[in-house]
Nanobody, 125 residues
Framework: VQLQASGGGLVQAGGSLRLSCTAS????????MGWFRQAPGKEREFVAA????????YYADSVKGRFTISRDDAKSTVYLQMDSLKPEDTAVYYC???????????????????WGKGTQVTVSS
């Protein structure tokens, strides 16, 4: 089982980036997939998540209105479109999959079933 994340980079404040996470090795139907991030010296925090079977996505308050999570079933890929980026969005972003209720993801990053390697997002001021 593998979650392959990509799309990070360096961008100026106000700019945009799109992260991708492609799942392989098993069927993730019924699972949620989403993104966490970890800035230097800080705990890993929830960013956004959705469920493959449908339903509303969940977002951290800090990214609502700026980030959009979506999925492409045919490509087994989840995207995170990040607009109006701020320097405080700078972090390593991790893709994750789990069957916990999406509403619980914001409380803790523990208990996720699968993690991808992180991708660095740096927003300059």
């Amino acid at each position: 089982v593998q979650l392959q994340a990509s799309g990070g980079g360096l961008v100026q404040a106000g700019g945009s980036l799109r992260l991708s996470c492609t799942a392989s090795g098993r069927t993730f139907s019924g699972y949620g997939m989403g993104w966490f991030r970890q800035a230097p010296g800080k705990e890993r925090e929830f960013v956004a998540a959705l469920r493959w079977s449908g339903g509303p996505p969940y977002y951290a308050d800090s990214v609502k209105g700026r980030f959009t999570i979506s999925r492409d079933d045919a490509k087994s890929t989840v995207y995170l479109q990040m607009d109006s980026l701020k320097p405080e969005d700078t972090a390593v972003y991790y893709c994750a999959a789990g069957n916990r209720p999406l509403s619980s993801w914001s409380r803790s990053s523990s208990g996720m079933d699968y993690w991808g390697k992180g991708t660095q997002v740096t927003v300059s001021s």
